[in-house]
């Protein structure tokens, strides 16, 4: 399902988004532009690692490395945006949150009845609203659909077909929300920007990953903790037996985005533009 479905109401043939990954010991930024028909590029894309001062809180050390990207994304990617797309603003910032903030949570929706029924995205959507449960202190970033299930077979395109039960899989994104709310407000400060999304890195990995091997069997309920895992470092899961779980290279997506820089290719920058790729075709 996730949250970017629903930020963008106009159908236009092209869109720049704002990229922003926190990881452990860094953090990057990038703009992305999506044109209709085309592969993403990437027009500017940093990285910066986190420089922490002697006694200094993990978190401020994140908060100070977002202040340093977001001068430079505004100094130098605004007019490189600028130049490409004849704005310098993008529409929507899209963030990464990784360890030690985020938590990756998996639930089945299981649905049944006597009678045949028209299987709709409202009829998920309401029972996925129902059933949501934030602990304390947490922030609900996304909750995204990562399987289908009608009439006991999987599906890519489930809505509209009549049913008698089905099941979906989600995966939800939880964040700390003392720390969530410090970058959305440092992120607004900068960019003076509404459109700000976050997902759990590990969630975005994974849907990221598959997006780019879409011909690798998926895996199955029993081995999506294992593969969430892979994929929270950067990996994908294979079956077999014993599983395979190889790592993923920056060279294996650069054909599935096209990165305009002179920088080298950021893997994690990358799987974020197939991403969104994936989740909102323009």
């Given at each position: ?20 990954d ?52 505004i ?18 910032i899209?963030?990464s ?58 599906t890519?395109?489930p ?7 089905a ?51 998926k ?7 294992q ?17 395979k779980i ?37």
């Amino acid at each position: 399902m996730g949250l970017l479905k629903d930020i963008f109401r106009e159908k236009k043939k092209s869109r720049s988004i704002l990229l922003i990954d926190i990881a452990t010991d860094s953090v990057a930024g990038a703009y992305a532009l999506y044109e209709k028909g085309k592969i993403p590029v990437l027009v500017y894309a940093r990285r910066f690692p986190l420089e922490s001062r002697t006694g200094e809180p993990h978190d401020n050390a994140t908060l100070r490395a977002i202040g340093i990207l977001g001068n430079e994304l505004i100094r130098e990617g605004a007019p490189i945006l600028m130049r490409a797309t004849g704005s310098g603003n993008a529409e929507a910032i899209l963030v990464s949150v990784g360890a030690p903030w985020q938590e990756i949570k998996i639930r089945i929706e299981n649905f049944e009845r006597t009678n045949p029924f028209v299987f709709t995205k409202s009829i998920v959507a309401n029972a996925i609203e129902k059933t949501s449960v934030v602990p304390h202190g947490k922030f609900l970033a996304d909750e995204s659909i990562i399987g289908t299930i009608l009439n006991g077979y999987e599906t890519h395109d489930p809505y509209g077909k009549r049913v008698r039960r089905a099941s979906v899989t989600v995966l939800e994104s939880l964040i700390e929300k003392k720390i969530s709310d410090a970058i959305i407000s440092a992120l607004r400060g900068l960019f003076h920007m509404k459109n700000i999304l976050m997902i759990a890195s590990g969630s975005l990995r994974y849907q990221a990953i598959r997006f780019a091997f879409p011909h690798e069997r998926k895996p199955d309920i029993s081995s999506l903790n294992q593969a969430l895992e892979s994929a929270d470092s950067c990996k994908l899961w294979i079956p077999g037996h014993p599983p395979k779980i190889v790592p993923v290279l920056a060279s294996h997506i650069v054909s599935l985005v096209r990165q305009a820089t002179v920088t080298p290719p950021d893997l994690n920058l990358l799987l974020m533009a197939l991403y969104y790729q994936r989740l909102t075709p323009v």
